[in-house]
């Protein structure tokens, strides 16, 4: 997800490096599921509440050469399998809270994943990575 940060993350790490306002990192940050994909300043449509889905906690590994990257699988949902469609995923973000909170990442899949009853989604170890350059 190369520099496809939010107007939110953006403003927040100029204020912060350059001295006028302190940035409170996130005490975590969670995987979303988009059926419409987020973009700067619009939110996008995240996969809903129900059938078994929830953001998941993301474990990152060690920064270097200006990138990061999830260190363990993230698996949606947790419990094993959709309840529910979930519809056609497009993208995922990166949120600072697992309900609400600010979306702060963000970037479309490879390739578009349809969500059923009984079907499950995840991200390998180190498939998640997000880039400054």
Not at 72 to 85: K, L, Q, R, Y
């Given at each position: 997800?190369a520099g496809n940060?939010?107007?939110?993350?953006?403003?927040a790490?100029?204020?912060?490096?350059?001295?006028?306002?302190?940035?409170t990192?996130p005490?975590?940050?969670?995987a979303?599921?988009y059926?419409v994909?987020?973009?700067?300043?619009?939110s996008?449509t995240?996969v809903?509440a129900s059938?078994?889905?929830?953001r998941?906690?993301?474990?990152?590994?060690s920064a270097s050469n200006?990138?990061i990257a999830?260190?363990?699988?993230?698996n949606?949902?947790?419990s094993?399998s959709a309840?529910?469609s979930?519809?056609?995923?497009v993208?995922?973000g990166v949120s600072?809270?697992l309900?609400?909170?600010?979306?702060?990442?963000?970037g479309?899949?490879?390739?578009?994943?349809?969500?059923?009853t009984g079907?499950?989604?995840?991200?390998t170890?180190?498939g998640l990575t997000?880039t400054?350059?």
């Amino acid at each position: 997800m190369a520099g496809n940060l939010t107007n939110y993350l953006e403003n927040a790490l100029l204020e912060h490096s350059t001295g006028k306002t302190l940035w409170t990192k996130p005490t975590d940050t969670y995987a979303a599921l988009y059926v419409v994909a987020p973009s700067d300043s619009a939110s996008g449509t995240e996969v809903t509440a129900s059938d078994g889905y929830a953001r998941q906690q993301i474990a990152w590994g060690s920064a270097s050469n200006g990138a990061i990257a999830n260190s363990s699988a993230i698996n949606w949902p947790s419990s094993g399998s959709a309840t529910g469609s979930w519809g056609t995923i497009v993208a995922v973000g990166v949120s600072d809270a697992l309900t609400g909170g600010n979306l702060l990442w963000y970037g479309p899949l490879s390739a578009s994943v349809t969500v059923g009853t009984g079907d499950s989604f995840s991200i390998t170890s180190g498939g998640l990575t997000l880039t400054l350059d």
